[in-house]
């Protein structure tokens, strides 16, 4: 009979060290989208940012009489929306709302989920390999980033075409795609948490 037993010592103890890089990482995270105070502070009377015209396009845009009916009432308190309210709307939309949502971010992620899975997975073991894993999380936000820009022409968004209106308007059919600063606006940030 064989039997084969191999026995590894180092004398070193690296739990703490390992913990600490652990704990480290699980403080960074990596943001896709328009950063907050990226763009001009708000000014009463001053166009929309891009941040603001990606939210109405990812959620829709209500009509002006149900929004004229409803602000005094929301302001006031007298129509308080709960948070489950505002949830459900966000996440599916509404038929009262003029343009249909267009979501961007959420949706690209999802789609490219298994490429930024396996970018995550390279950046964990450059964590444990004890090396800098700043380009590698930055690799990541790129991904996220580009994914998100591409997903303004990816077909697979199966956004609703432009209205004829609006092709007449822009002359284009292209959703969402007029100068393209829109898109241009997402970036990514990674903070510590």
């Known amino acids: 009979m064989f039997s084969a037993i191999s026995q590894v010592t180092t004398g070193v103890d690296k739990t703490g060290d390992l913990k600490k890089t652990l704990e480290s990482l699980a403080r960074k995270q990596v ?9 001009r502070p708000e000014e009463q009377g001053q166009p929309i940012d891009n941040a603001q015209l990606l939210y109405i396009h990812t959620h829709g845009v209500r009509q002006k009489v149900m929004r004229e009916e409803m602000n005094p009432k929301v302001e006031s308190g007298e129509m308080p929306y709960s948070k489950a309210y505002q949830m459900f709307i966000q996440s599916f939309g509404s038929p009262l ?4 949502p267009r979501p961007v971010i ?3 992620i999802e789609h490219n989920k298994d490429v930024i899975a396996t970018q995550l997975r390279n950046v964990m073991q450059t964590a444990l390999d004890g090396q800098n894993l700043e380009p590698e999380l930055h690799k990541a936000g790129l ?3 580009n994914f998100a820009r591409g ?4 077909p697979a968004n199966n956004w ?3 209205s004829p209106s609006t092709v007449k308007k822009k002359g284009s059919n292209q959703p969402l795609i007029n100068t393209g600063e829109l898109r241009k606006s997402i970036t990514y940030v990674i903070r510590e948490e």
């Open 31 to 39: 943001y896709v989208g328009i950063p907050e105070g990226s763009e």
């Open 97 to 100: 709302w003029q343009s249909p």
């Open 106 to 108: 959420e949706p690209a």
């Open 143 to 145: 991904m996220g980033q």
């Open 151 to 154: 997903w303004f022409t990816n």
């Open 160 to 162: 609703p075409p432009n």
